[in-house]
């Protein structure tokens, strides 16, 4: 794993730039014989793409994604699998003002000091548009463990800014701009409060929920393989992530161990503070993943920065922007932490396949397959 | 990055296990040239070891460290450095009860499902003694990075199940059990806290944030390398820890950009709501982290479980175990800490050594160098 | 390192099919800085590419490469360059009569056994054509090496089936299609021999040598990431090749110690048996690789073999192959040194870069520099 | 793969010194469930042993095996296994003479460019030593793949300096010191040639050849992680390899297309040029690697050097040393392709797993099984 390359076995390396002529990625170590379409990773990008709603950046790319290689008849081949995705709609000229002056927030300075050069350009590889590929490669993760172990994937925002969005019904998820599990009501909430975000030309941050549920039992690789720590790699690597949290997260801090740890019975485990994830294997329960996303940080609201000379100067941005970049980090989440389960039920597979126990795993739960 | 190993060129591979002859590390990668020995190591290892005070497992273990390779003529060779802790104070007979049955909240039920076996000896490689070796390496990247850049690590809690510890004073830490930054009143309401609760046969959870400053500007690799991204890797693979954050971590849901975005003045950053990390990359300011760590599992109150059988029993736990892990976990912490730094200290010389940029940092920030 | 993905520090993931749209590569951790365009990199893939001679394959690729990401204002950012090549001369229809057959020395049957799919068109991901991308790679890394520290790296052909090529000449390597350092009587030879062999529909293999100049002293890893084992790696991975020697190669086997070792002068080393490699590490030395190639395994003479239901058939091949792939393979195995060697540096550079000798090497050697 | 580490699934990282305390190795990633003694491992670490015969290094080393965890009740746990080897018979004072001279054809000199450091004492981590827990990995992973898929390993000496050993009698490879699958003639023959050779103070090299069978077919992963380029890599990163053949190797130089192509009968392969691997990827042929060893460059005969002042001088190697090293590789070489098919069973595995085919391989091969 290594700077562009993401997973162990189910590998992803992601290329391309935002302003570039496309973007994309290679999945290698896919299994053989999954049948695969562009039709099963579009929805997805769809669901990321911008320009969907009033609150989100106004950028018109249909981010159509094309499978280059690894696929024949219809079924993934076993070689690498190459998707790209054009890019369509890029307006340089939006980014011409901070060509020598540094973004508060952003990754400019950072980048400068460590490689001598400053790229001006949409955000380079910094640019959140990189998601898209680690989306179309999610989905690919997501079809091949729904087939093979039944497994699911699900997200939602829990609250946005100071607005908290209690769970109300996860059909309502995909009805709204929000990707929040609740009505009409809290819905306009939200709306109202970012017509009035934008148009103070601020920004605000946002908590996401994404859980896994179907999870084979037993997935994870102590001591540094963890499950869990590689989720935690996975979210807090989503650009603009500053928190993680597996199962009741920070909230463990003022539990009792006589409430925190959650019994079995028969039936299955009574509880699930531990949010699927025990010494850092998964239990079989949900996976429940918890994110902060940060506020964009660019906003027209002017801030103090400096040039490159180091003479203080005043930064605004102007273009295209997502007032709240949580809205359409969801999908986001979701792949990653697809992405994390399939590269651990391969190294399962590679180790354990043949471990067999003569009792199944508790009620409700599923046993990893080869 | 795989199972027992740490690290990309800075490598620690941990072997032995808690009930075994043994301990240890073996790191690779390690610069030639560091004055190295023993009096380099025990300290932190000291700080972390059981039985310094009654709030923690009465266990006594001298955790003595050896060099037994890499270093010549007390200064590292530049070939790998394995560190041998030795086991000492072994009591398997305290783990007699639990050889059928699960443990709420520990490892054995995901362990057994994963392995197909059921190793009951006391934690086996889920046993937070694990941690020893990774402090052992921990403090040698800790005088690298010192001595090359003037890097320091430090670490302190922030909460102990309900009581909140205000920050007063670093020079306290190392005063009290607790590594509270905090005076005598505090510390006399932390340890009543602490009495009543080991009376109860309950646990309870902690907070902990750990800093490194003096971080040269510029470590971290996108996409997915990022500083935060293998920070939170680091930290959530830590035995009982549940949540990270980076910087204000969730207190960035609520935030608005104009608050959050660190302005840039020629005198340095105005604030540090990013901690230290942007974009993937450190800033040059104090890296902060902050862990929530779940209350342990080991307690004497009855659980209902069940053996492996399928059938249900009850869980109580004897022997001895920490009432509050979290008070042992800042050196580890900060050891996870500074092996990520040097890490990526290693891999900037590796890709970015020749780089020379005409303007230094900003004030007070260090640039990396080769 | 792993599948599509090679190289630990300068890695580069290649992508693509040989009848897909296109090929191409990402190579990521280059360091940034370097004055790159595609004219760096089109003069290798001309040497590489198809139809340069009547002695092979008659399809007509330009092979003309473009670079999609990674370098702004003609110098590289060091964010990943993704190098694309398109697919223009593809007839599918040469390979409609092997779909259900296996070719003898072909990787049909073994890709069929593994993944349980037969892919019959031109080879996939078993064709020679995905060293393109390499060659590609290569030219960037050769760029960087020889501005950095002066080292070049040349190859040629020293035997072609039966026919032996002593060394003449390195000026006529690229002067003749064979990259045979020789004159012209020496070329005659192989052309008439070529001649006889593409009338008689057969093949015949070739050994080839590829050396790399002013090498850096004191690169490799032990144990396991020496030089030369990274060497071999890279050499035995190319298509075709059964055979890889470092300096006097399987000719140390009657070799005396006496003669073998190379001794030191203060005016440098006397002798170069050991072709550059000591302890698997870089002497300073001309790294010195020798490769066997073997016959192309399409021939149009008949052999017997099976088909999926494994019943007896025979098998012609037709359509467009090299009579010796080893005439081409010369700018791919000087390419994949050139990819090795980069990656060695730039691990030299993460641990060794503060490694300061009081006296420099031997005479004629060069020192890495960070 | 890194430094000490090898393997990608099966992994095991090699840590101690040949002048320390103890040597040994951690094994990451062995399935659980296998019956695992010191009983298993010790037998091929006594066909490596010095003090063996007169024809190898006097040096009483029992390398009696330890195995310090990873396993319980008599059976892997899939955890960690660590192997430890005590270093008993250490004489420093052999090696007094070289502390500021560097010895032709060893490593000291690279060692001491690359680290800045002369470490004198033995070898250190170049020393042959080190083969020692690699040997004892090889044993687990032989029985593993022996059971699991009915696979064995087998190598013999082809070739001592002048004298070729023609294949007689497998059986006789035990009972001689050369590992020769000769009879009693051939056998004395070799007893005076080395004789002769020790008198004189000089040594020589030979030719090794290792064999797997009962291979399952279809392992290997392209591009760069195909079968024979790991086991490329594996060899030549053997202490003194400088050469490795697959197959017919530099034979297929003059070979033509129609001879070396193995044909495909219903009841099997017709040959086996190819030495088991195809593409990449093994055929369920045996796979045969050949390997060159170089001679010892420790010998009594004086030759030229310069010490670290840059100073000429000379070197003679007193102490204990092989006259041939090549004699004692064999278990070394059988232990690295195993753990090469070990690591790429494993891989076979996590992709793999549920890929079925309707057929059978062909006749006497072995389909691998999850």
């Known amino acids: 794993m290594s700077g562009s390359t993401f997973g ?3 590998r992803v390396t992601n290329f391309g730039e935002s302003h570039g002529p496309a973007i994309g990625c290679v999945i290698d170590g896919c299994p053989p014989g999954l049948e695969l379409s562009e039709a099963d990773i579009q929805p997805d990008l769809d669901r990321r793409r911008p320009g969907t709603s009033r609150h989100v950046t106004q950028r018109n790319e249909p981010d159509a994604v094309e499978i280059l290689s690894g696929v024949y ?3 993934t081949t076993g070689t690498p699998i190459c998707l790209l ?13 901070i060509l020598d002056t540094f973004r508060p927030g952003h990754a400019d300075y950072t980048y400068w000091r460590r490689y001598g050069l400053r790229d001006p350009r949409g955000g ?11 989306v179309a490669a999610g989905a690919v993760a997501k079809k091949w463990l729904q087939q093979r172990h039944g497994t699911t994937f699900a997200g939602w925002m829990t609250q946005l800014g100071d607005v908290v969005i209690p769970f109300e019904d996860e059909a309502q998820i995909p009805v709204n701009p929000f ?14 409060y970012m017509d009035a975000l934008r148009k103070s030309g601020d920004s605000v941050g ?22 869990d720590a590689d989720i935690a790699h996975a979210m807090m690597g989503i650009n603009a992530v500053k928190g993680v949290e597996i199962g009741d997260g920070f909230g463990v801090v003022t539990q009792r161990g006589s409430e925190h740890g959650d019994e079995m019975l028969p039936a299955g485990f009574a509880s699930n503070h531990a949010g699927g994830v025990l010494g850092g294997l998964s239990t079989g329960q949900d996976l429940e993943v918890s994110i902060a996303i940060k506020p964009t ?28 970049v949580g809205i359409r980090a969801t999908p986001i989440a979701e792949a990653m932490l697809a992405l994390v389960v399939m590269d651990h039920v391969l190294r399962w597979r590679a180790q354990c396949a043949d471990v ?15």
């Open 8 to 10: 162990l076995l189910f």
């Open 73 to 75: 008849e219809g079924k």
């Open 85 to 97: 995705i054009r890019n369509t709609d890029q307006r340089s000229k939006d980014y011409g003002n």
């Open 124 to 134: 380079g590889r910094s640019s959140a548009r990189l998601t898209a590929p680690m």
């Open 179 to 192: 990707f929040a599990p609740a009505g009409e009501a809290k819905v306009a909430e939200l709306e109202a």
């Open 206 to 227: 946002a908590r996401l929920k994404v859980v896994a549920r179907g999870v084979p039992v037993g997935l994870g690789e102590p001591l540094f393989d963890k499950l």
């Open 297 to 324: 940080s660019s906003i027209r609201l002017p801030k103090a920065s400096v040039n490159r000379a180091g003479e203080p100067t005043t930064v605004e941005t102007f273009g295209r922007h997502d007032p709240c």
């Open 356 to 370: 067999a126990l003569p009792v199944p795993p508790l009620a409700g739960q599923i046993a990893p397959q080869a």
